[in-house]
């Protein structure tokens, strides 16, 4: 077995895969209403699902390598900020979902 994707829930995965594409360069492969697949440029592949009696997914997290400057162009792209504690090298943001994004600096 190799690793395929992570997987995020969204209930309108075009429109949340749109915004992912926009704030972190991601490349669209498909986008549906109810499904949609990102691809990252070191090859990764984030997975937007709409839940369904065949597809209970849930809130997901992903961990990214960032700048701190990167922060804020997240807070002003949708995204909130739900942890950031003084002197740790990371902080936590949610998407309007629920998915969780950690920023590793």
């Not at 009696?53 to 701190?68: D, E, H, M, N, R």
Request: charged letters at 20%; glycine letters at 4%; a neutral charge.
């Amino acid at each position: 077995m190799e690793f395929y994707s992570c997987n995020l829930k969204a209930n309108d995965c075009k429109q949340m895969a749109a915004l992912y594409a926009e704030v972190f360069a991601w490349q669209i492969l498909q986008a549906s209403e109810k499904h949609a697949e990102l691809l990252c440029p070191q090859g990764t592949r984030i997975l937007f699902n709409k839940p369904s009696k065949a597809c209970p997914v849930q809130a997901g997290t992903i961990t990214l390598k960032a700048k701190l400057g990167d922060l804020p162009k997240l807070l002003h792209s949708q995204f909130t900020l739900e942890s950031q504690e003084e002197g740790f090298p990371y902080v936590s943001v949610l998407d309007r979902e629920g998915n969780l994004i950690w920023l590793y600096f």
